[in-house]
Structure formats: C-alpha cells, structure tokens
T-cell receptor, first 114, second 112 residues
Framework: GAVVSQHPSWVICKSGTSVKIECRSL??????MFWYRQFPKQSLMLMAT?????????EQGVEKDKFLINHASLTLSTLTVTSAHPEDSSFYIC??????????FGPGTRLTVL | SQELEQSPQSLIVQEGKNLTINCTSS?????LYWYKQKYGEGLIFLMM?????EEKSHEKITAKLDEKKQQSSLHITASQPSHAGIYLC????????????FGDGTTLTVKP
C-alpha cells in the first residue's frame, strides 16, 4: 500500500519557539492532505485540510495563525506550530489522499513543549 | 452530540473470548473505516466498508456495515493479547471530501 512519512517522529522544544512537522507521500502524489491532533486517551481531531497550491482549510476552533500549513508540492505538506506552548503538546498525525480517495496515515509526530 | 459514537469506551476480555465494538453515526455514511492504534503511534488500517450490508473479514476480525449505512460493528473472534490496543472507527460523509471524522475509540485489553 501507499506510504506516508512524517518527520520528525518526536520533538521537544522550549515554550515560545516554532516547530515544523513534515508530511510526505512517498510513492504517490497527494493533492489533499489532512492534519489531525490527538491528546492522550482521546480520538483524532481534524485540524485542517491541506490543498496543494492553495490555502489550507481550517476546522472550527483551530487558529490558522498558530498552525501554519503549507502544501508546497504534491508530495509534501508541512505544519508549523508557531510560538508553541505546553498546551500544544500533543500527537500530530497527517494523512494523504491518493487518486482513488483512499486515505493513508503517517506514523505521527509527538510534540512536547517545555 | 457527536456525529460518530463508539461503544464501549473500554473493554477488558479474557484471551480466547469474542468481543464486539460498535460505531454509530448520526447520519448516513459514505464510507466507514476501522483502524487500530497504540497511542503515540500511527494508525493501522484494518478495513473499509462502503456498501450497505457489507461485511469484510481479515484473520479473526470481521466488520459489518448495516443496510442503512449508519451503524458498523467490529467483531474479534478468539481474542489474543496481540489484539490489544485502541480501535477507532472513522467516517466519510462526503463523496469528494475524503476527510474523516473519528469516533472516540475503544481501548481493548486482552488478559492472558
């Protein structure tokens, strides 16, 4: 099946710094990617839809200025958590849609903000 | 209320026992997905159901989607410790959107 990678797999940063997470579709092109966030013992919550060549669509309650999404190419979307704070600590998962609309998930990135 | 509800929230079974996890949608589904996850790790795709009445099996796991396409069940036969984890159902409501809404998950513990 199709493979989606994320980098880094985990990151620890100081409060106030920005962190960039990459999501790559390794063997297929994805015009659409999604970013999810998951807190411990909770389900995945969709944050935004990332569309190649256009602005991301954010879900209600997600601050677009805080979570910057850039879908620069058909195989790469990035999520930048700006001015991160401890409450942003979470597990971030991306997914990518392949041509038949099947969704493939990345392995996730664990962010810890000190 | 949530669009997608899963039950039970957690489940503890003895190894070898059968179990069922349910996923109920407040509206008709376009597609229903079942995933397994351990927190802090990625999702493992189990099965996708799209047609009313559809049933799929993989090894000891069977998933069904009802005729109305609003309710799905995941059944594990003769559970093993390797089945332990978090099971998530995900739903697509729009044929073109592709994005998924997830249930809250069911944490399964299998006692040896």
């Amino acid at each position: 099946g199709a493979v989606v990678s994320q980098h880094p797999s985990w990151v620890i940063c100081k409060s106030g710094t920005s962190v960039k997470i990459e999501c790559r579709s390794l063997d297929f092109q994805a015009t659409t990617m999604f970013w999810y966030r998951q807190f411990p013992k909770q389900s995945l919550m969709l944050m935004a839809t990332s569309n190649e060549g256009s602005k991301a669509t954010y879900e209600q309650g997600v601050e677009k200025d805080k979570f910057l999404i850039n879908h620069a190419s058909l195989t790469l979307s990035t999520l930048t958590v700006t001015s991160a704070h401890p409450e942003d600590s979470s597990f971030y998962i991306c997914s990518a849609l392949e041509v038949y609309n099947e969704q493939f998930f990345g392995p996730g990135t664990r962010l810890t903000v000190l | 209320s949530q669009e997608l509800e899963q039950s039970p929230q957690s489940l503890i079974v003895q190894e070898g026992k059968n179990l069922t996890i349910n996923c109920t949608s407040s509206k008709t589904l376009y597609g229903l997905y079942w995933y397994k996850q351990k927190y802090g790790e990625g999702l493992i795709f189990l099965m996708m159901l799209q047609k009313g009445g559809e049933e799929k099996s993989h090894e000891k796991i069977t998933a069904k989607l009802d005729e109305k396409k609003q309710q799905s069940s995941l059944h594990i036969t003769a559970s093993q410790p390797s089945h332990a984890g978090i099971y998530l159902c995900g739903a697509d409501y729009n044929t073109n959107a592709g994005k998924s809404t997830f249930g809250d998950g069911t944490t399964l513990t299998v006692k040896p």
